[in-house]
C-alpha cells in the first residue's frame, strides 16, 4: 500500500539551531514529493516540492528538502530555526501514472516547537 | 488574486443531517479537490474533480458526493451525517492537467482554510 511515514509526532528545536522533520515514504514509481505547513485554524500553506533533478530543493521561509531515492525519504531542514517555526507540518507524496496521479498521500503530521 | 476560498467557515449539524460545503479555486486553476482531516492526523483525499469531471475518488462511503460547475467552484455533499464525519475539510486547487495520452501535470495543490464540520 502507498503511504507517507513521519515518525516524529513531536519535534522541539531551540532558536538559531537547525531542524531536520523527517518523512519517509513507500510508493511506487518515482513520486512527487512536497511538504505543506499548518498554522492553527489554517489550512495547509505549500512549502516546498520535489518533481526532479537537484536532490536539495529550496522553499518558503528559508525551509529546504532533501531527497535521496535509495532511502526513500524526504527531510525537511533548516538552517537556523525561528519561534515563528512553531506550527504542524506535513509530508505528502503524489504518484505518477495516471490512474493514480489525481491524489496526494498525507503523513500523519510532525508538530514542530522552537523554544527562545 | 484571491486565494482558494471556503464556505461556511465553521458548521454544527446533527446525526443524520446533511451537509454542503462550497469551494472556489484560485483563478485560472480548473481542477478542485476535497480533504477530510481528522483531528490529529493529515488529510485523507476525497474527489478530484477537473473540467467538471470526478478524477479520482478515495476511500470514503457514497455518503459523499461531490460536484464541479462551469465556473470551476465546488461543492461537497454528505449525507446521514455519523459523529465521525466531524473534521476540517479541506478544498484545494491546481493549475493541473490531464493529457489525451494520460500525461499529468506536476502542479502545486494550493488549500483553502477549510471549513470545520462538528456532528453532535
Known amino acids: 500500500a502507498q503511504s507517507v511515514a513521519q515518525p516524529e509526532d513531536q519535534v522541539n528545536v531551540a532558536e538559531g539551531n537547525p531542524l531536520t522533520v523527517k518523512c519517509t515514504y513507500s510508493?511506487?514509481?518515482?513520486?512527487?514529493l512536497f511538504w505543506y505547513v499548518q498554522y492553527p485554524n489554517r489550512g495547509l500553506q505549500f512549502l516546498l516540492k520535489y518533481i526532479t533533478g537537484d536532490n536539495l530543493v529550496k522553499g518558503s521561509y528559508g525551509f529546504e528538502a532533501e531527497f535521496n531515492k535509495s532511502q526513500t525519504s524526504f527531510h525537511l531542514k533548516k538552517p537556523s530555526a525561528l519561534v515563528s517555526d512553531s506550527a504542524l507540518y506535513f509530508c505528502?507524496?503524489?504518484?505518477?501514472?495516471?490512474?493514480?496521479?489525481?491524489?496526494?498521500?498525507f503523513g500523519s503530521g510532525t508538530r514542530l516547537s522552537i523554544r527562545p | 488574486d484571491a486565494g482558494v476560498t471556503q464556505s461556511p467557515t465553521h458548521l454544527i449539524k446533527t446525526r443524520g443531517q446533511h451537509v454542503t460545503l462550497r469551494c472556489s479555486p484560485i483563478s485560472g486553476h480548473k481542477s478542485v479537490s476535497w480533504y477530510q482531516q481528522v483531528l490529529g492526523q493529515g488529510p485523507q483525499f476525497i474527489f478530484q474533480y477537473y473540467e467538471k469531471e470526478e478524477r479520482g475518488r478515495g476511500n470514503f462511503p457514497d455518503r459523499f458526493s461531490a460536484r464541479q460547475f462551469p465556473n470551476y467552484s465546488s461543492e461537497l455533499n454528505v449525507n446521514a451525517l455519523l459523529l465521525g464525519d466531524s473534521a476540517l475539510y479541506l478544498c484545494?486547487?491546481?493549475?493541473?492537467?490531464?493529457?489525451?495520452?494520460?500525461?499529468?501535470?506536476?502542479?502545486?495543490?494550493?488549500f483553502g482554510p477549510g471549513t470545520r464540520l462538528t456532528v453532535l
Open positions: 505528502a507524496v503524489r504518484p505518477t501514472g495516471y490512474s493514480s496521479a489525481s491524489k496526494i498521500i
Open positions: 510508493v511506487s514509481g518515482n513520486p512527487y
Open positions: 484545494a486547487s491546481s493549475y493541473y492537467r490531464w493529457g489525451t495520452s494520460g500525461s499529468v501535470g506536476t502542479d502545486t495543490q494550493y
